[in-house]
């Protein structure tokens, strides 16, 4: 074990390539992720209503639940059971029909028993972990420094999808990265451990006084929780210099993203987007190019 570490550290090629392998099958992982954790979620949340309002649930079960309980996944449901299979038909996936890309083209994006169209987000996911796994391997080379921007970038990336597709940020994610990012920074990883505290406390009360100061005004909530103990953790791992830079990338990314679905797909303006993917690619471009941004700023505008 011991020459295996050596060799990847002399050979940064090497390691670069075992790192992207690794980033596409947590890509696979990732995507089991992204589904199960906000059906667990909902599934803790209909247990609690459950226990405290008992006979409410039982004579009114909320949404399209109400017409197809029927839709409750049955225990045990988490992140390894019950075993994957197709939305579809129910076949059961193989182990050969999991590799992560490969067995999509295999497959031909198909499920390999009833022929339905296999959703192309799943490789993609795979695709994206792999190739920023491999950046971030490339970027830091061989250390703890690559372990801890693996844990933190996949983070986001998981994050991101949930919060896209179900305007959710779940505690089981972002907490620990916080806690993480203070963590790492004892010995001062990344910034000394009082930016990092003073940064998760910055990241987490600027948006909470956001929050309040637009709910006085207008008596609605213009970002949820999430948002705030997402750029806590953010700025944890950055320190509280990030901070500015931070929010300032993720409006532009936002910004960007927004108009090109209005242009693109059509979406009304009205429906509201969710801001944790942005936060998460702001703070994912922060971490890597934040001091680049900050250089080129200060050396051509002021």
């Known amino acids: 074990m011991q020459n295996f570490t050596t060799y990847l550290s002399q050979n940064p090629d090497f390691f670069v390539?075992?790192?992207?392998?690794?980033?596409?099958?947590f890509g696979s992982f990732f995507n089991v992720v992204i589904y199960r954790l906000p059906i667990m979620?909902?599934?803790?949340?209909?247990?609690?209503?459950?226990e405290f309002l008992q006979e409410l649930f039982d004579r009114e079960l909320p949404g399209e639940l109400q017409q197809h309980p029927d839709k409750l996944p049955k225990p045990?449901?988490?992140?390894?059971?019950?075993?994957?299979?197709?939305?579809?038909?129910?076949?059961?996936?193989?182990?050969?029909?999991?590799?992560?890309?490969v067995s999509y083209a295999l497959l031909k994006g198909k499920c390999s028993a009833c022929k339905t169209r296999i959703s192309p987000r799943y490789p993609i996911i795979?695709?994206?972990?792999?190739?920023?796994?491999?950046?971030?391997?490339?970027?830091?080379?061989?250390?703890?420094e690559t372990a801890a921007?693996?844990?933190?970038?996949?983070?986001?990336?998981?994050?991101?999808?949930?919060?896209?597709?179900?305007?959710?940020?779940?505690d089981q994610i972002t907490l620990p990265l916080m806690w993480l990012g203070l963590l790492v920074n004892m010995q001062g990883m990344f910034v000394s451990l009082n930016d990092a505290i003073i940064g998760a406390a910055a990241g987490y009360l600027s948006l909470w006084s956001i929050y309040w100061i637009f709910k006085l005004l207008t008596g609605k909530e213009?970002?949820?929780?999430?948002?705030?103990?997402?750029?806590?953790?953010?700025?944890?791992?950055?320190?509280?210099?990030?901070?500015?830079?931070?929010?300032?990338?993720?409006?532009?990314?936002?910004?960007?993203?927004?108009?090109?679905?209005?242009?693109?797909?059509?979406?009304?303006?009205?429906?509201?987007?969710?801001?944790?993917?942005?936060?998460?690619?702001?703070?994912?471009?922060?971490?890597?190019?934040?001091?680049?941004?900050?250089?080129?700023?200060?050396?051509?505008?002021?």
């Open 41 to 50: 979620m909902q599934l803790d949340w209909l247990q609690n209503a459950r």
């Open 222 to 302: 213009g970002m949820g929780y999430g948002d705030f103990k997402l750029l806590a953790a953010l700025c944890a791992w950055m320190g509280w210099q990030a901070l500015p830079l931070i929010v300032l990338l993720s409006s532009l990314v936002g910004s960007v993203i927004g108009v090109g679905l209005i242009i693109m797909k059509g979406r009304d303006k009205n429906i509201p987007i969710p801001f944790g993917p942005y936060l998460a690619i702001a703070g994912w471009i922060a971490f890597f190019w934040g001091d680049a941004i900050i250089r080129y700023y200060q050396h051509n505008f002021t």
């Open 149 to 170: 921007a693996l844990v933190f970038t996949w983070s986001l990336i998981c994050l991101t999808v949930i919060d896209f597709d179900h305007k959710l940020l779940p």
């Open 17 to 25: 390539g075992v790192i992207v392998l690794f980033g596409l099958m």
């Open 76 to 101: 045990p449901f988490n992140l390894v059971k019950p075993d994957s299979t197709c939305p579809a038909c129910g076949h059961k996936i193989r182990w050969h029909e999991n590799i992560p890309l």
């Open 126 to 144: 795979e695709l994206v972990t792999g190739l920023l796994s491999g950046f971030v391997a490339w970027k830091l080379g061989f250390g703890w």
